[in-house]
């Protein structure tokens, strides 16, 4: 089986006044590039690009090259509501040796096909670097339609797409593009089954909070140890199931706080977790199986937040502790 290739979007670390964690940078970094992740995405949705003041956008591209440098692949979010700040943080970007940018659709104003066409192409000319369309309809309004990606497709710069829209659309165009356009799946909680598809480019924000369990589905997958990769999984897809369940950047700050990755990442207007609720998150089996994998221990009483069978649970054991 081909390689799995792994991205995680990564949160941004601020300090009280909301300038960048410089310390909390590098560990979250360190953490993916440690359990065996391929690339990052900073400045994604997952860092908040939208909610950043300016300085600090600035000084998390810069703090990142360093941190990846040798490490694997920095992709670097870029995309606002409209040209012109997406052209600016391009020709700033243009400065470091990074990857790639990746442009969300543009949101608040509905514009037409014709408008994209001419916005990623323009866009695409102005990078020194691979640019990666970022279709996200769930938060833009905006859905790219297939044609019209399969007709960007084509512009020597446009080298991908990050698919968080419907699955059929990505698989729809995984079959139409031309195997050379990066097809990047959003789809956190069955990268288990895609992999099982032959579908081997995956992103999400969750992997950055438990990059261990996500390196394991994709070697297991690798090896086509199904079961293992379907136990790695479960613990993945429970994660998600917390964040939604309290709340994604607010737990997400919480558990990697607990991981002992410092910095908030929640800016305002996000709040964080009451007292109560905070307890009640760091006191779930999950945050405890979270520790462990962040400290590399291995255990033979723990018990997971997933009910499995005595077969596949000795194995997601196995995995967590690799």
């Known amino acids: 089986m081909n390689k799995v290739r792994l991205i995680s979007a990564v949160g941004t ?95 608040l104003i509905p514009f037409q096909r014709e408008e994209l066409l001419d916005y990623f192409s323009a866009l695409a000319d102005l990078t020194r670097v691979p640019l990666f369309l970022y279709d996200l309809p769930s938060l833009t309004g905006v859905r790219l339609e297939t044609d019209l990606v399969l007709e960007l497709s084509k512009h020597p710069n446009i080298a991908g797409i990050k698919c968080s829209g419907s699955l059929e659309d990505a698989l729809d165009l995984i079959e139409r593009a031309d195997p050379s356009f990066r097809v990047i799946v959003a789809q956190a909680d069955r990268v288990d089954q895609l992999c099982q598809q032959g579908i081997h480019h995956h992103l999400d924000g969750v992997f950055s909070l438990v990059p261990e369990w996500t390196n394991n589905i994709a070697r297991a997958a690798e090896n086509e140890d199904w079961v293992a990769a379907a136990a790695a999984q479960r613990l993945v897809s429970e994660t998600l199931k917390v964040l939604h369940q309290y709340g994604v950047f607010p737990a997400y700050s919480a558990l990697l706080t607990a991981r002992g990755i410092p910095g908030s990442f929640a800016p305002r207007p996000f709040r964080v977790l009451d007292e109560g609720r905070r307890r009640e998150l760091l006191a779930s089996p999950l945050v405890e199986s ?33």
């Open 13 to 107: 670390p601020l300090t009280s006044d909301e300038n960048l964690h410089s310390e909390g940078l590098e560990a979250i970094l360190a953490a993916q590039w440690a359990s065996g992740i391929d690339g990052v995405l900073v400045a994604g949705t997952m860092g908040l690009l939208q909610l950043l003041r300016e300085a600090t956008y600035a000084q998390l591209v810069e703090e990142s090259v360093p941190l990846c440098r040798g490490k694997g692949e920095l992709l670097v979010g870029v995309g606002d509501a409209g040209f012109a700040r997406t052209a600016d943080r391009i020709r700033y970007t243009n400065r470091f040796a990074i990857d790639g940018v990746v442009v969300v659709t543009p949101y």
């Open 290 to 322: 979270l520790k462990l994998a962040s400290h590399g221990l291995k255990r033979s009483d723990a018990t997971h937040p997933v009910t499995k069978p005595a077969g596949e649970a000795a194995k997601a054991k196995r995995m967590m502790t690799k």
